[in-house]
Each structure stands twice: as structure tokens, then as C-alpha cells.
């Protein structure tokens, strides 16, 4: 028997997830130098010095484990967010917490419900556990169509997943679609808010999902310090439940998952409210420049609740801006293939991807490829 006849047949197949390319790759590939990544939904300004500064000074202490139970992080946020301590589970990224998730409900026979695009992790960790992913398209405007999701569940559904806003189109659910959504959501059904961008959140009706993780069993909502946070690279996210959920994914949990520099750096970072205001100020005046940027280039836009835009550039825009040094996110593997989403960057970068795509219209239009 060869050991590919020994993987399990549904890792077997597993498509990897794709990630936004390296700003180091492309300059080895194409050796230049100066390019720019917006493609990973990254914070532009970098972490907070708070946080950098605070794992500094922990450095010295990594010879210990963690603190296995996040005490002094728990407490904080769960001061913050208004929920017990024991209603919060901490990861390695949010990622993991999908991961906890996946490994807490799902098994062979199972179903998973999503919409379509969507984050490109659910299929993977919903495919990683055996279990069956159900793909629901999004609305012509590219939101999640929920009562078509209510419609796909069936008695094999054991969890359904909201991305809100989603990641990505940018789109988000209001708080009247939401409600009506929750309250036909079969009870047994494990819900799971995505919220890895809630705090870039510009529309006054977002729904409220936190509360209800305080009403419904089998609810969690995920959240992450690598976006608004700038804290990707050292992998920090937690989840917010109804207590006995929480207890279940603890379980699921390995005891040191959240490394001792990402407890210190989240606990910073979340004091740090000039670089919290500042991101989400760059962001949303990044926002409104490429939008009316994109628009006045005839390029087609969603409205964005996040730190990144959809865009209908048109076909193999991607390819063309990488050989400029400019890095954004093909959306091939979403079936959106002339479209590319944009991370909002710095003034100078989205200039310089404006500028990029500009020529490069120009140019097609000139005739020349
Ligand atoms: C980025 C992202 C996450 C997870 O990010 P982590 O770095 O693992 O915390 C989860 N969901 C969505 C929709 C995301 O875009």
C-alpha cells in the first residue's frame, strides 16, 4: 500500500490555501526592487509600537511557557467586550479558532454551510475534518444570500458560517437581515460569526453578534488582532461563545497554542487607541480615495466594510501590476477571475497601484497587450 493510499482520502485532495505572494518572492523572481504588497489585508502602519515594545521586553522570558489560560488578556477583553471570562477561546490566528471549531463539530456525514466566495480557509478546514462543505452563492450584489443558506440546511448541517463584513468582496450583512437569519437558524446548528474585520466596520446598522453569543447556545463569533491590530505575523485571534461552547473548543484546545509574545503583544496593542484610531482613519480615507479613484477609471467596485476593495479590472490585471512591483490578490480561485482585491495601503502605495492600473489601461487600450 503507498503512503498516498494511506493519507486519508479527503487530505488527499485537499486544495492548499493560496496566500497573497511575498514581497521577498516577487523581487527574487523578477529582480527588482521597491515593490509594494496589498494583498494580505495587512495594517499599512505596521503593529503598534506598544506591542512591539512589550515583546521586547518578554523576550527575555521565553525559556517559559505561556501562560496556558491567557489570564491577564481574558480579563481584559472580556472587560472590553462585555462577556464572562469564560466565554473566550484564544488561538493561534482566528485561523485556529476555525480549526477548533472544525475539530469540535465536524466529522464524515457532516455539512457545512458557507457562502461563496468567501474566506478561502472554511472549505479547507470543513474538507480537513472529512467533512462536506456547502457553498452557497453570494447575491448579484455579492452579499451573503442568507436565506438562500437558511435553505441549504438540512439535518446534516452541524455548522454555518457568516462572514461579516466577507472576506472577499467586502460586503457586510446588516443588523435587520442578520436578526431574521438567526431567528430561523435552526437551534442545533452551530453558528459562527467571522468578524476578523469588524473594527473597520463604517455602517451604522452592523449586527450585534456578541450579544447573542450571551442568548444562543451553539453561537461564536471570531475576531482577530492581525488585521486593524497589525499583528499578523506573530499569530493572535480568539473566539467569543456561549459559555458552553467555549468549554467544548477549550477542550479541543492545546494548552500553549497562544505563544507568549502574541499574549503580551495583543494585551499592548489593545491599549494602544492613538494607533486603533489612526489605522481605521487611514483606512477609511484609503478607502474613499480608491474607490473614487477606480470609479473615475471605469473600473467597477463593491462597498467595503473592511480594509480591502473588490474590483472588476478586468482579466490578468494581476499578472500585469506584479511586473511593476505592484502586489495585489487574484480572485481566479474564487471564480472571479477578472476581478483582484486591493488591500488599502499607505496615501503613497494606493497612488502607486492607481497609478500602476491606470498605465496599464492606457496601454490595452493603445493596443498593445
Ligand atoms: C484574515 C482572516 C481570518 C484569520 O486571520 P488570522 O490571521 O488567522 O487571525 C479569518 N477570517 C477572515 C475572513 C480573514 O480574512
Not at 506598544?50 to 515583546?55: D, G, K, P
Not at 464524515?108 to 466566495?117: C, H, K, M, R, T
Amino acid at each position: 500500500m503507498s503512503l498516498a493510499d494511506r493519507v486519508k482520502p479527503y487530505i488527499r485532495s485537499l486544495a492548499p490555501y493560496v496566500p497573497g505572494k511575498p514581497i521577498e518572492e516577487l523581487e527574487r523572481e523578477l529582480g527588482i526592487t521597491g515593490s509594494i504588497k496589498l494583498a494580505s489585508n495587512e495594517n499599512p502602519l505596521g503593529p503598534s509600537p506598544r506591542a512591539v515594545e512589550a515583546m521586547r521586553r518578554a523576550a527575555a522570558e521565553i525559556h517559559r511557557y505561556p501562560d496556558g489560560a491567557s489570564f491577564v488578556l481574558r480579563a481584559a477583553l472580556s472587560k472590553r467586550l462585555g462577556v464572562t471570562g469564560d466565554q473566550l477561546v484564544f488561538g493561534a490566528g482566528a485561523d485556529e479558532i476555525l480549526e477548533l471549531i472544525a475539530k469540535t463539530l465536524m466529522g464524515e456525514g457532516d455539512e457545512v454551510v458557507y457562502a461563496w466566495p468567501s474566506f478561502a480557509m472554511y472549505p479547507i478546514v470543513v474538507q480537513g475534518m472529512g467533512a462536506q462543505g456547502v457553498a452557497v452563492p453570494l447575491t448579484r450584489d455579492l452579499v451573503h444570500d442568507l436565506d438562500a443558506m437558511l435553505a441549504a440546511i438540512t439535518k446534516r448541517t452541524r455548522v454555518v458560517m457568516v462572514c461579516n463584513p466577507n472576506n472577499p468582496t467586502g460586503t457586510s450583512v446588516g443588523r435587520e437581515a442578520f436578526d431574521r437569519f438567526v431567528k430561523a437558524l435552526p437551534a442545533d446548528v452551530v453558528l459562527a460569526v467571522d468578524e476578523a474585520y469588524y473594527e473597520f466596520v463604517r455602517r451604522p446598522d452592523f449586527p450585534d453578534a456578541v450579544a447573542l453569543t450571551r442568548s444562543r447556545p451553539g453561537t461564536v463569533v471570531l475576531r482577530t488582532f492581525s488585521k486593524i491590530y497589525g499583528l499578523a505575523g506573530i499569530r493572535i485571534g480568539y473566539g467569543i461563545c456561549d459559555r458552553e461552547l467555549a468549554s467544548y473548543l477549550e477542550r479541543a484546545r492545546h494548552p500553549f497554542n497562544v505563544n507568549r509574545l502574541a499574549e503580551v503583544a495583543a494585551l499592548a496593542a489593545l491599549d494602544d487607541e492613538e494607533h486603533f484610531r489612526r489605522t481605521r482613519e487611514v483606512n477609511a480615507t484609503g478607502a474613499r480615495y480608491l474607490e473614487a479613484e477606480l470609479a473615475r477609471l471605469g473600473i467597477e467596485t463593491w462597498p467595503t466594510d473592511a480594509n480591502f476593495l473588490l474590483a472588476k479590472t478586468g482579466a490578468d490585471v494581476y499578472e500585469a501590476l506584479l511586473r511593476v512591483g505592484v502586489i495585489v490578490r487574484p480572485m481566479k480561485g474564487f471564480g472571479l477571475a477578472d476581478h483582484v482585491r486591493i488591500s488599502i495601503g499607505l496615501p503613497e502605495e494606493n497612488e502607486r497601484f492607481v497609478k500602476a492600473l491606470e498605465e496599464l489601461l492606457a496601454r490595452r487600450r493603445g493596443g498593445k497587450p
